[in-house]
């Protein structure tokens, strides 16, 4: 089945505790992305990938860190979780520009992670 | 920069149509995205708009104008299964293809 793979789907951790979100998708897709999902501000990206080794940041980037070392994972990484990080997350993955199906993003079942 | 508007909710009952309107503001545009999210799930992919006009999947439709930098989701003969949140979503050309920005959601709540 196609999918996109995200783990932990819930977390509660402390202030400053390192922690990493998985991301697995077994498409060949080529984009990846990262969204924080917050009560009346809807999805807003934190970083993305276009290919491997080629990421970027979205518009909520601060505190965050991410990798894309091979083509079907895209890891996102709290080095240092404060509060204001918790959220629900969201992977989200499809084909690069120009090929078909490239503006259909496929999400994960998100991950609902506390900061306390 | 870009920023979308969308109103936060509507309520219709079974069997109704259901317009949701989205607005932009961005300094070049490649497309108008819409998707779905049920309480607590995944967004779904719902349709895309990259030219002017109106595109029909079953029940639902999306318009685009770019002239009027606006678009529209249309739910037609309502189930109560349509409950859910519809985003809006536009990549600018001005910026990378990678990044993508939403609106803040529209919650559609259907009655029986």
């Known amino acids: 089945e196609a999918q996109v793979t995200q783990n932990p789907r819930y977390l509660i951790t402390v202030t400053g505790k390192k922690l990493t979100v998985t991301c697995s998708q077994n498409?060949?897709?080529?984009?990846m992305s990262w969204y924080r999902q917050d009560p009346g501000l809807g999805l807003r990206q934190i970083y993305y990938s276009m290919n491997v080794e080629v990421t970027d940041k979205g518009d909520v980037p601060e505190g965050y860190k991410v990798s894309r070392k091979e083509k079907r994972n895209f890891p996102l990484i709290l080095e240092s979780p404060s509060p204001n990080q918790t959220s629900l997350y969201f992977c989200?993955?499809?084909?690069?520009?120009?090929?078909?199906?490239?503006?259909?993003?496929?999400f994960g079942a998100g991950s609902r992670l506390t900061v306390l | 920069g870009q920023s979308l508007e969308q109103p936060s909710e509507v309520t219709a009952v079974e069997g109704a149509i259901v317009q949701i309107n989205c607005t932009y503001q961005t300094s070049g545009f490649y497309g108008l995205s819409w998707y779905q999210q049920h309480d607590g799930g995944a967004p779904t992919f719902l349709s895309y708009n990259a030219l002017d006009g109106l595109e029909e999947t079953g029940r639902f439709s999306s318009f685009l104008s770019r002239s009027d930098s606006y678009g529209y989701l249309l739910l037609q003969e309502l189930q109560m299964k349509d409950s859910a949140s519809y985003f809006c979503?536009?990549?600018?050309?001005?910026?990378?293809?990678?990044?993508?920005?939403f609106g803040a959601g529209t919650q559609v709540v259907v009655t029986p």
């Open positions: 498409m060949n897709h080529e984009y």
């Open positions: 979503a536009v990549r600018s050309s001005t910026d990378s293809w990678g990044k993508l920005q």
């Open positions: 989200a993955s499809s084909f690069r520009p120009g090929l078909p199906g490239a503006n259909v993003l496929t």
